[in-house]
């Protein structure tokens, strides 16, 4: 009987999916490199959360044949080092994307009636200070989309009621209903609200920092649900801080969980969550089923419908 080692959210989620299937899971609470060596080093199948997978790890398991990422992103994983392992990586394309993008919207209007500020001003006990703040409709403004994945697709189509001008920036112009497709420097010089949904890669790291941040408007705002590595942190938060730009939203950190002394804390004009887009009932279950699906199908001697390698071994 085949080992797989899963979150013990995800074994609820799926309803036993793998126990059923006949595999001998064994749940923890997030499968990272200390969770993994103490359970079962004969582990065959591994469903990830975000959690780094050292290049080292793998000559410490050497039955694994995949590691099933819960979610779309795998950078903290080298897909091209597993092959060459022969592990399988799989993700799950499009589970979270509802989620993740009716986030983004929420966070844009958040960011456009101040809704961060006004609400803190009321806690504090300052009513008559928060009825001062006036926010602005977000019809009528420009929408910047970087990343035209299916995130960033379900964003658009969310945003073609809300009467705005939609840009799009994707190295791969997918045939689009909702939207026009630019350069990145034409849609942050002319966006009011730019929203980040491109894969964390070498060519994406810091693909948003001093320079990018001083082509958008002063009245612009940043929202980034996509990874940490694509905003160079410094640079966003001295732009905040000289009111460069106007605010942000944040799901995503270069260091996670975000640490207690960040700049970010302090900001008015920051509205912060810690890496939370997808967390929805609807979305859980999604990856989960789509992750434990992976497992079954490489450990069966399958190709995975969603792979991102191809073991070399």
Not at 264 to 286: C, I, K, W
């Amino acid at each position: 009987m085949q080992k797989v080692i899963i979150p013990e959210v995800a074994d609820k989620q799926t309803n036993q999916y793998l126990t059923k299937k006949g595999y001998d899971v064994l749940t923890v609470a997030n499968p990272d490199e200390a969770a993994i060596l103490a359970t079962a080093p004969d582990v065959a199948g591994i469903m990830m959360f975000v959690s780094p997978f050292p290049n080292d790890l793998y000559d410490k398991l050497p039955n694994l044949k995949v590691l099933a990422r819960y979610g779309v992103g795998y950078d903290s994983i080298d897909v091209d080092y597993a092959a060459k392992k022969g592990v399988w990586v799989t993700n799950t394309p499009g589970a979270n994307s509802t989620s993740v993008a009716e986030n983004a919207v929420t966070d844009m209007m958040l960011l456009a009636k101040r809704s961060f500020e006004v609400s803190t001003l009321m806690r504090q006990g300052k009513q008559n200070a928060a009825k001062q703040i006036f926010g602005h409709e977000l019809a009528g403004s420009t929408i910047g989309i970087v990343g035209y994945g299916h995130i960033g697709q379900a964003v658009a189509k969310m945003l073609s009621g809300f009467g705005v001008k939609t840009l799009i920036y994707n190295r791969t112009k997918r045939p689009t209903a909702y939207g026009e497709y630019v350069d990145l420097e034409t849609l942050l010089k002319q966006s009011d609200y730019v929203t980040l949904h491109i894969a964390a890669t070498k060519q994406t790291e810091h693909m948003i920092g001093k320079k990018e941040l001083s082509m958008m408007k002063p009245s612009a705002s940043l929202v980034n649900l996509a990874r940490g590595s694509v905003v160079d942190e410094q640079a966003l938060i001295a732009a905040l801080n000289s009111h460069q730009i106007a605010s942000a939203a944040l799901d995503v950190f270069e260091e996670e969980p975000l640490p207690n002394d960040s700049p970010f804390y302090q900001m008015d004009n920051v509205f912060l969550t810690p890496h939370t887009a997808s967390n929805t009932v609807e979305a859980g279950q999604n990856m989960a089923m789509g992750a434990a699906k992976m497992i079954d199908a490489a450990l069966s001697g399958q190709k995975p419908e969603w792979a991102v390698n191809e073991p070399t071994l």
